[in-house]
């Protein structure tokens, strides 16, 4: 399997318009012919047989391995070779955010296994970690969508052919709390960090802003440490304050 280094975040306009045009079209079915291969994680025997169970009356898909935590997962992946792997989002060993942790190690060494993540609830923190190092082969779903064959199954064909899938409720929440908090902090932006927050937005690093706005890296520096502060964006173990920012800066232009 390939290995994926240095990957680029999307921005996440992009990924947020990506993921609302999932929500209306189907990807063509791969044409191979052959059914997708599935693992599941869930240390909840009662998920994983209710996702047995549906992917069961799935054509286009064959379950190929079950685990109950990350590890038993990863290793799957490993001996099982599954195209999409879905995966709870609180599970041993790590507990909170292992689902994310998963993601992040296929990300790098599987990095053609598409991951969907199950959470109970809609916590954009998650969906933001999930996406920050590409939503390439990515989907964010509700576990109450667990039991509608139809809304995993087009999930499934989404991100094995390398799509992205949030759900709608998730995509909604994404722009419904940045648009509260939104106008009186982008308003205490300068000009200039205003112009700083808009090169973010395209996925710049430090030094190619100050390439494209000829100031000096340290300049750079100063202006988004700036941003962050006059956002109130403190460093978070899940979210990165970048990522934040930037979604910030775009959800003001819907």
Known sequence: MA???????????????RARA??????QRRETGQPIRVAIADDSYLIRNALGEVLGQIDSVELVATAEDGDGLLEAVETMAPDVVITDIRMPPSGDD????????LREEHSDVGVIVLSQFSDTRYAL?????????????????????????????????????????????????DRRRRDSQLDDLTPREHEVLAEMAQGKSNAAIAESLVLTKRAVEKH???????????????????????????????
């Open 3 to 17: 290995v994926a280094r240095n990957r680029k975040s999307e921005p996440i306009g992009s990924v947020i318009r």
């Open 22 to 27: 999932s929500q209306h079209s189907r990807p």
């Open 98 to 105: 292992e689902g994310i942790r998963v993601a992040g190690v």
């Open 129 to 177: 970690a999930l996406l920050a190092g590409g939503a390439e082969g990515r989907g964010y779903l509700l576990k109450e969508r667990v039991h509608d064959r139809e809304e995993v199954a087009s999930a499934i064909e989404i991100v094995a052919a390398g799509g992205t899938m949030i759900d709608p409720t998730v995509i909604e929440g994404l722009i419904a709390a």
């Open 224 to 254: 988004v440490g700036a941003i962050f502060q006059k956002l109130a964006l403190e460093d978070d173990e899940v979210v990165s304050r970048r990522v934040t920012a930037v979604l910030l800066y775009l959800s003001d232009g819907d």
